[in-house]
C-alpha cells in the first residue's frame, strides 16, 4: 500500500482555496511508502492503512516551474500543483535524439506522381526505425539483416596462431561471407511467406534452412495444390463435415493432404526397400558383433559431440 501526498508551495497556498498565484511555483510531488506490515498481528488490516513514520521513506520529485509570465500560471481554474505536474516546462532532449516520422509518399512520387515502386518500397523500409511502435523493431530486423549480407572475413583481424594460414591472404579473406540460417515452422509455409521464402532460397540469399516436417510438407503440399482464404470465426466442427481443415484463417481440404500422401507413399517404400537391400548384410554385421578386433565396419563411424 502506498500513500500519496501533493503539496503545493505558492505565495497564496494558504489563502483562498482554488486560486493561483502569477509568480512561479515550485511544486513537490511526495510519495510515502509505510513499513512492511504483519496482517495476522492483532489489528489485521487497520494496520496495513496506518503509516509507520519511524520506517517511512520518503522520495520527492521535484518539478519545473512555470514562468510567471504564463497564461496557465495566471489562471486561477488551474490548481498550481496540476500547471507544475503536467504543463511545466519539459527538459530538452538530448542532441542527437532520432524525431519520429514516417515515410513521405510526396516526397518519393514527385509533382508528377511518378517516383517508382523501387523507390517507394526502399523509401517505406528505411523509414520503418524511425515510425516508430512495432515497426521500430522491424527497421531494427531490416538493419541486421542487411549487417549479415554485408559482412565479410576482410572485416575481422587476422588471428595469428588461431586462423589458418590461407586465410591470411585480404583478397581471401574479402570474398567469405557469413553463413546465414533461416529458421520457420509450418505456419510461414501455410501463408503467403511461403512465397518470400522461395525466393529468398532461389536466389541463394541464405545458406541452409532449419524447419520442421511439417514445413516440408505443407511445401510440397502447395506444389500440388492451393491454400484457400478463410475467416478465423469458421467453426472446426462444421468444417470437418466437409473435410475442410482450417489454420487460422486458412483453409485446406482434405483432397490436399491426399495427393500429397498418394506421392509421398510410394518414394518411402522404395527407399525403405533400397535401404533394406544395400544394407542389409551390413547392419547384419553390426547386430551380431562380427568384425576383427573388435573395430566396427568402415561404414560405422562413431561422431563425437562439439565441445
Same mark, same amino acid.
Given at each position: ?5 501533493v ?8 489563502? &483562498?482555496? !482554488?486560486?493561483n498565484?502569477?509568480e512561479?511555483t515550485?511544486?513537490? $510531488?511526495k510519495?510515502s511508502?509505510? #513499513?512492511?506490515?504483519? %496482517? ?5 488490516e487497520?494496520?496495513?492503512l ?22 496557465v ?10 500547471a ?12 542527437g ?24 518500397l ?22 541486421e ?7 565479410r572475413?576482410?572485416d575481422?583481424?587476422? &588471428?595469428? !596462431? ?7 591472404d585480404?583478397? $581471401?579473406?574479402s570474398?567469405i561471407? #557469413?553463413?546465414?540460417? %533461416?529458421?520457420?515452422t ?14 529468398i ?6 545458406d541452409?534452412i532449419?524447419t ?14 492451393p ?18 481443415n ?11 493432404y ?25 547392419a ?5 558383433g562380427?568384425y576383427?578386433?573388435?573395430e ?8 563425437p559431440?562439439?565441445v
Amino acid at each position: 500500500f502506498f500513500f500519496w501526498k501533493v503539496r503545493a508551495k505558492s505565495s497564496q497556498s494558504k489563502g &483562498r482555496k !482554488g486560486s493561483n498565484s502569477a509568480e512561479p511555483t515550485q511544486s513537490k $510531488v511526495k510519495m510515502s511508502q509505510p #513499513a512492511a506490515t504483519d %496482517l495476522s498481528e492483532e489489528g489485521g488490516e487497520d494496520d496495513v492503512l496506518r503509516c509507520n513514520e519511524d520506517a517511512k521513506r520518503e522520495t520527492l520529485i521535484t518539478l519545473q516551474p512555470l514562468p510567471a509570465n504564463s497564461s496557465v500560471s495566471a489562471n486561477p481554474h488551474i490548481p498550481s500543483v496540476s500547471a507544475s505536474a503536467v504543463l511545466g516546462e519539459s527538459a530538452s532532449m538530448p542532441e542527437g535524439t532520432p524525431i519520429c516520422k514516417g515515410f513521405d509518399f510526396n516526397t518519393t512520387l514527385g509533382a508528377d506522381g511518378g517516383g517508382g515502386e523501387a523507390a517507394i518500397l526502399e523509401g517505406i523500409i528505411s523509414s520503418m526505425k524511425s515510425t516508430g511502435f512495432q515497426a521500430t523493431n522491424l527497421g531494427m530486423a531490416v538493419d541486421e539483416i542487411n549487417r549479415m549480407r554485408a559482412w565479410r572475413l576482410a572485416d575481422v583481424p587476422f &588471428r595469428e !596462431g588461431v586462423d589458418d594460414e590461407e586465410l591470411r591472404d585480404p583478397a $581471401v579473406r574479402s570474398k567469405i561471407r #557469413a553463413r546465414i540460417f %533461416l529458421a520457420y515452422t509450418s505456419n510461414q509455409i501455410s501463408c503467403g511467406q511461403r512465397e518470400i521464402i522461395r525466393f529468398i532460397v532461389q536466389h541463394g540469399l541464405v545458406d541452409c534452412i532449419v524447419t520442421t516436417a511439417g514445413g516440408i510438407e505443407e511445401d510440397i503440399i502447395k506444389c500440388f495444390e492451393p491454400t484457400f482464404m478463410g475467416d478465423f470465426k469458421l467453426k472446426g466442427k462444421d468444417l470437418r463435415k466437409k473435410g475442410i481443415n482450417r489454420i487460422g484463417n486458412l483453409l485446406i481440404p482434405n483432397n490436399n493432404y491426399c495427393k500429397f500422401e498418394d506421392w509421398m507413399a510410394p518414394l518411402i517404400v522404395q527407399m525403405h526397400d533400397e535401404q533394406d537391400a544395400k544394407l542389409a548384410e551390413w547392419a547384419k554385421e553390426v547386430a551380431k558383433g562380427e568384425y576383427e578386433d573388435g573395430e566396427l565396419p568402415a561404414r560405422f563411424v562413431w561422431t563425437p559431440s562439439k565441445v
